[in-house]
Nanobody, 126 residues
Framework: QVQLVESGGGLVQAGESLRLSCAAS????????RGWFRQRPGKEREFVAA????????SYADSVKDRFTISRDNAKNTVYLQMNSLKPEDTAVYYC???????????????????WGQGTQVTVSS
């Protein structure tokens, strides 16, 4: 049974940093692109960042570019999201996901992803 478990969320002040982790179990995803999405209060789920199956190529939403960094450790079957200079508008539930097909670059479209974590809350106070 595949499980994606996010961790690292919490309550921080504006300008601080958090590092989210997403550990996968039940299957190895070294050949699959992985992504992070978030759902802010009252909003639809939105793309945050994605990383190519082999790493090296990343993409970001404009709202987080230059502040967030996605990375992966295939040996640990884990993907990370380093979030710096957090803003109150970054408050959301953050979800990690694994793409449906192997050897892809990392999509910004949620329907391209098959497996999802349960989400971790990030709250940024002003």
């Amino acid at each position: 049974q595949v499980q994606l478990v996010e961790s690292g969320g919490g309550l921080v002040q504006a300008g601080e940093s958090l590092r989210l982790s997403c550990a996968a179990s039940g299957r190895t995803f070294s050949r699959y692109a992985r992504g992070w999405f978030r759902q802010r209060p009252g909003k639809e789920r939105e793309f945050v960042a994605a990383i190519r199956w082999s790493g090296g190529r990343t993409s970001y939403a404009d709202s987080v570019k230059d502040r967030f960094t996605i990375s992966r450790d295939n040996a640990k079957n884990t993907v990370y999201l380093q979030m710096n200079s957090l803003k109150p508008e970054d408050t959301a539930v953050y979800y990690c996901a694994v793409e449906r097909s192997p050897y892809r670059l990392g999509s910004s479209v949620s329907s391209a992803y098959e497996y999802w974590g349960q989400g971790t809350q990030v709250t940024v106070s002003s």
